[in-house]
């Protein structure tokens, strides 16, 4: 049995939340998100709080029932609090900046690189070589995160590139005369 899954997801004052069916809609003051659960998983709402458990007993059913109960609880923090992913740009001339809708990416091409932001995703440039990448939901907060960094990913030799804040690059040594 999941150990994440057993746990309720309590819901928060301020956030309306409610079971129909398969699918869980949450209300709260960074926006509405939903989440349609797989059929193999029960979901039910309970004293102001949601319970996931597995419909039948197969291995398919109990490992996908934590990760129900995780989405919800993201489903839960995106509408309260959001998310937020942090990008730092390295190299001579590398840097950002935006211009209206799109965001204006200068790294070592012949061209800038323009990219387009997406419906319900903020992004901000405090200094040149700093992204931040916000919206209440979890997975396009980081895959509009990922697609930013797959333009100039970070190499090991010198470093250059867009890589996340808390990211760890491994360097390695040049060759040797």
């Known amino acids: 049995?999941?150990?994440?899954?057993?746990?309720?997801?309590?819901?928060?004052?301020g956030v309306t939340a409610s079971v129909e069916g398969q699918t869980v809609k949450m209300k709260g003051p960074k926006g509405a998100l939903q989440f349609v659960v797989h059929d193999d998983v029960l979901v039910k709402m309970e004293e102001g709080a949601i319970k996931v458990a597995p419909r039948v007993e197969t291995n398919r059913a109990r490992a996908l029932y934590g990760t129900a109960r995780a989405q919800i609880a993201n489903l839960l923090e995106g509408v309260t609090k959001g998310f937020e992913k942090k990008l730092e740009i390295t190299?001579?001339?590398?840097?950002?900046?935006?211009?209206?809708?799109?965001?204006?990416?200068?790294l070592g091409y012949s061209h800038d690189v323009v990219y387009a932001i997406p419906e319900g995703i903020t992004i901000t440039v405090p200094k040149p070589t700093e992204i931040n990448v916000a919206g209440n939901d979890s997975q396009r907060v980081g895959q509009v995160a990922a697609e930013i960094r797959s333009y100039r990913p970070p190499e090991p030799y010198k470093g250059k590139g867009v890589r996340y804040s808390d990211e760890f690059i491994f360097r390695k040594e040049g060759k040797k005369k």
């Open 91 to 106: 190299g001579v001339g590398y840097r950002a900046a935006l211009q209206g809708k799109n965001l204006q990416l200068a």
């Open 1 to 13: 049995m999941s150990r994440v899954g057993k746990k309720p997801v309590a819901v928060t004052a």
